[in-house]
């Protein structure tokens, strides 16, 4: 069974450092990997897809990395920001192709002005 | 605008009620899905539909169903609400091709749907 698991839970950085969550998951079989966003009282905005053969996808200021052989993706942010605060999610889709994403729990993150 | 929609926003409920949690989307999406998202236990599938016409069972389908009559709306339905029950619940969709999520399309969700059963 995929176990998707992120560190830490939360986390505090003063505005303008680089900072990077991590996310693991047990099954390297996996189809591709999603970072999302939520913010407070709201759903999810998609951030990143990194597809299986892929090992980093780049969006403005976000950077993910893919690394299945060791069940592991990060998610570096650039220059942090106030607004960059919302917890941060990440989703692998598995090889059921029934459209199944498995989530962390997510790393909640404070960037303080 | 284009996007997902839920409905009702929000809701107390009586324990044993019946409750129809209303999604519908407007991108032609063919595969719709309903989460449940719950404090310490994340995000978890509870029913999917690759397409009109055909539902299928996720991860915590207990209590829940679901139809999927045309492209546009998954309703999900609690036929008689339970305590465990009370959670944020989110319709999210995908325009999954034959290769699945795979083949590279963003899963968008709504902005959920938040059901308190009393």
């Known amino acids: 069974k995929q176990e998707v698991t992120q560190i830490p839970a939360a986390l505090s950085v003063p505005e303008g450092e680089n900072l990077v969550l991590n996310c693991s998951f047990t099954?390297?079989?996996?189809?591709?990997l999603q970072w999302f966003r939520q913010d407070p009282g709201k759903g999810l905005t998609s951030l990143l897809l990194i597809q299986s053969s892929q090992r980093e996808q780049t969006s403005g200021r976000l950077n993910a990395s893919l690394d299945k052989s060791s069940g592991r993706s990060t998610l570096y942010i650039a220059a942090s920001q106030p607004g960059d605060s919302a917890t941060y999610l990440c989703?692998?889709?598995?090889?059921?192709?029934?459209?199944?994403?498995?989530f962390g729990q997510g790393t909640t993150l404070q960037v303080k002005p | 605008i284009a996007g997902i929609t839920q409905a009702p926003t929000s809701q107390i409920l009586a324990a044993g009620r019946r409750m129809t949690l209303r999604c519908t989307q407007d991108?032609?999406?063919?595969?719709m899905y309903w989460y449940r998202q719950d404090l310490g236990l994340g995000l978890r599938l509870i029913h999917y539909s690759n397409t009109a016409g055909t539902t299928g069972k996720g991860e915590v389908p207990d209590g829940y169903s679901v139809s999927r009559a045309n492209t546009d709306d998954f309703p999900l339905t609690l036929a008689s609400a339970v305590p465990s029950q009370t959670s944020v619940y989110f319709c999210?969709?995908?325009?999954?091709?034959?290769?699945?999520?795979?083949?590279?399309?963003?899963?968008?969700f709504g902005e959920g749907s938040w059901l308190t059963v009393v």
């Open positions: 989703a692998v889709l598995g090889s059921s192709n029934t459209g199944k994403l498995i």
């Open positions: 999210a969709s995908s325009a999954r091709r034959t290769g699945g999520l795979s083949s590279g399309n963003t899963i968008y």
């Open positions: 991108m032609r999406h063919n595969a």
């Open positions: 099954d390297s079989a996996i189809y591709n």
